[in-house]
């Protein structure tokens, strides 16, 4: 490993930037969400609930992005990634048991069991596992890679269909979660093409998870109301019921005008922008913040995941890279998904936005996977690895990346 040096702190700011960002819009509209929730389903929500419960959230993903960042190795990380992916499919697995069973330990909204009721708490394995299929693949691709097998069916192809079959299994159709599962395709397929893997081979198993995906999808009276939703909205038919998500979506950053509403000042969060704090908080910003205020949040977005590209192009272990490229995938993934969804570019999907959303398990993995890639940071060598079969070129500018000497 290369000489430890400083962390990336364009990853480490943007992070903390966006948690903060959510912590101010969810203190605006939590109150507007109580009201909601306490008028239509008699709950008894106080004005700050949604407040301290996104508080707690950012604490805990703080822990967990600084064991991640700071005290948890990552070779042990490394040594781990078996045994963190079984506990994750295992956790899955459980989950679907409960909820056939009509366990109160599994629970359900909407008709979809997706969460552990522990009390005052809830879980979503489906994040575990995330993290776990991020670990786990750049573990086996970087074995496979050593071992001469990358490409061959019964060494490398089948035991990876196995496990990533399995995993987008228990979260498509055991927990109906398409949203999580566009997640975990982008991390499988960011990681293979990033690993070696025959082109050809590739874009193969890409066509039959694609056609796979399009019969999930058109089997599902569900997912296909989504689809003519989508249609209906873009060829400008008349409204109805399935059009109204993605309608106020829209009319809420259309009104946001340039420089938006002002904090407090959201119309939409009062009821009329189904999921507010979470799905659909992009939205929200755009009410609240405007054009300039999205257009902040997407740059921020973005130069985080040019600052991941940048450690992955300067680290030089196979795995370590993988791993950078899967948290990459990961993010990209979910934020252009929930961009796209909120400004009617695709059908809505159900999928969070990073940091930003509300809810827990979901900023607490992505903050360990992030803090993950920052400690992996700290050991970049100054020339860009384009590929350990082949012979670096030197890396350009005086960065961290480049300023010190190295040491193998």
């Not at 960002?21 to 203190?27: C, K, S």
């Not at 252009?336 to 059908?347: E, H, K, S």
Request: net charge positive.
């Amino acid at each position: 490993m290369n000489r430890k040096h400083k962390s990336d702190f364009g990853i480490l700011f943007a992070t903390i930037g966006l948690m903060v960002l959510g912590l101010i819009v969810i203190y605006a509209i939590g109150p507007m969400r109580a009201n909601v929730l306490n008028s239509t389903y008699g709950t008894n929500y106080g004005a700050n609930d949604f407040f301290f419960g996104q508080l707690r959230s950012v604490f805990l993903s703080l822990v967990a992005f600084v064991l991640a960042f700071k005290v948890i190795p990552y070779d042990l990380i490394k040594k781990l990634a078996k045994p963190i992916m079984i506990v994750a499919i295992l956790a899955s697995v459980l989950l679907w048991i409960l909820a056939e069973s009509g366990s109160s330990l599994a629970k359900c909204e909407l008709g979809e069991c997706r969460w552990y009721n522990l009390g005052p708490v809830s879980f979503q394995p489906a994040e575990l596992l995330k993290v776990a299929l991020v670990i786990y693949l750049a573990d086996f691709l970087t074995r496979k890679k050593e071992e001469g097998s990358i490409g061959k069916f019964k060494e490398f192809w089948l035991p990876l269909i196995i496990v990533c079959g399995l995993s987008l299994g228990l979260v498509v159709v055991a927990q109906g979660d398409l949203g999580t599962g566009v997640a975990l395709m982008a991390i499988i397929f960011g990681t293979l093409l990033a690993s070696g893997v025959p082109m050809k081979q590739y874009l193969i198993m890409l066509a039959i998870v694609l056609v796979v995906a399009v019969g999930a999808i058109a089997t599902s009276s569900h997912r296909m109301q989504r689809i003519y939703a989508w249609l209906d909205t873009i060829s400008g038919a008349a409204s109805s019921d399935s059009t109204y998500h993605i309608e106020n979506a829209m009319l809420a950053i259309g009104t946001g005008g340039l420089f938006g509403a002002g904090i407090g000042n959201s119309v939409q969060a009062t009821g009329y922008l189904p999921e507010s704090i979470n799905d659909s908080v992009f939205a929200i910003m755009g009410e609240t913040f405007g054009f300039v205020g999205l257009f902040i949040v997407i740059a921020v977005f973005g130069a985080m995941l040019l600052r991941m590209l940048k450690v992955a192009e300067h680290t030089s272990g196979q795995n370590e890279r993988l791993l950078i490229v899967g948290v990459f995938s990961w993010t990209l993934a979910q934020v252009a998904v929930n961009i796209m969804a909120m400004t009617g570019l695709v059908p809505v999907t159900g999928i969070t936005l990073p940091l930003l959303s509300y809810g827990g398990t979901s900023m607490i993995f992505i903050s360990f996977a992030i803090g993950l890639v920052l400690q992996l940071s700290c050991y970049t060598s100054r020339e860009v690895v384009k590929n350990e079969d082949i012979s670096s070129r030197r890396g350009v500018g005086r960065t961290h990346y480049s300023s010190r000497r190295r040491r193998s």
